[in-house]
């Protein structure tokens, strides 16, 4: 009897094979969505001015094209701003990210007349600006906080900025 128990453990032993992860299973799990390429926000003190909305198209990995607009009426002074721009991650984790900013700025002041007979005063100006930040993003928001210099008419500038963003 212990001959024949021996031998159907042996059987069973040798007949066995590793434990393997089931493919048809592995093939039933939907991957992962890659995150969206467009990235909609808002910002405070940044490229658009002392506020703004922009948009950003993520060309590659870490390399996007962007644009911020604003338009602010400032003791009737009336100012309209256009920031193009290139976003490029220097450092990126899973969901933060050191990036860096590199635009131009495009500004257009108009004074209102306060009298008859005169137009006001009308005045457009260009510069620039590099930024460096930190992101702080997950599959559908991203916040991010700035600092840099710009350069236009006047010399070289600080600017500070903090957006708020979404992906569609």
Same mark, same amino acid.
């Given at each position: 009897?212990?001959?024949?128990?021996?031998?159907?453990?042996?059987?069973?032993?040798? @007949?066995?094979?590793?434990?393997?992860?089931?493919?048809?299973?592995?093939?039933?799990?939907?991957?992962?969505?890659?995150?969206?390429?467009?990235?909609?926000?808002?910002?405070?003190?940044?490229?658009?001015?002392?506020?703004?909305?922009? =948009?950003? =198209?993520?060309? @590659?990995?870490?390399?996007?094209?962007?644009?911020?607009?604003?338009?602010?009426?400032?003791?009737?002074?009336?100012?309209?701003?256009?920031?193009? =721009?290139? &976003?490029?991650?220097?450092?990126?984790?899973?969901?933060?990210?050191?990036?860096?900013?590199?635009? @131009?700025?495009?500004? &257009?002041?108009?004074?209102?007349?306060?009298?008859?007979?005169?137009?006001?005063?009308?005045?457009?100006?260009?510069?620039?600006?590099?930024?460096?930040?930190?992101?702080?993003?997950?599959? &559908?928001? +991203?916040?991010?906080?700035?600092?840099?210099? +710009?350069?236009?008419?006047?010399?070289?500038?600080?600017? @500070?900025?903090?957006?708020?963003?979404?992906?569609?």
């Amino acid at each position: 009897m212990r001959a024949l128990t021996s031998m159907i453990l042996g059987g069973i032993v040798a @007949a066995a094979t590793p434990a393997r992860a089931d493919d048809a299973l592995a093939a039933r799990v939907t991957p992962e969505k890659p995150f969206s390429r467009h990235l909609i926000y808002g910002e405070l003190m940044g490229k658009g001015g002392l506020y703004g909305v922009g =948009y950003e =198209y993520q060309m @590659a990995p870490r390399l996007s094209v962007g644009g911020a607009a604003s338009f602010a009426i400032i003791r009737e002074q009336q100012v309209t701003t256009v920031s193009p =721009y290139l &976003h490029a991650n220097l450092l990126q984790g899973k969901r933060n990210a050191l990036f860096t900013e590199v635009g @131009a700025i495009l500004a &257009h002041s108009h004074l209102p007349s306060p009298v008859a007979g005169w137009d006001g005063m009308s005045d457009t100006g260009s510069g620039g600006f590099v930024t460096f930040g930190w992101e702080r993003g997950t599959r &559908h928001f +991203v916040l991010r906080a700035s600092g840099g210099v +710009v350069y236009g008419e006047g010399g070289f500038g600080p600017m @500070a900025g903090f957006a708020i963003g979404v992906r569609p």
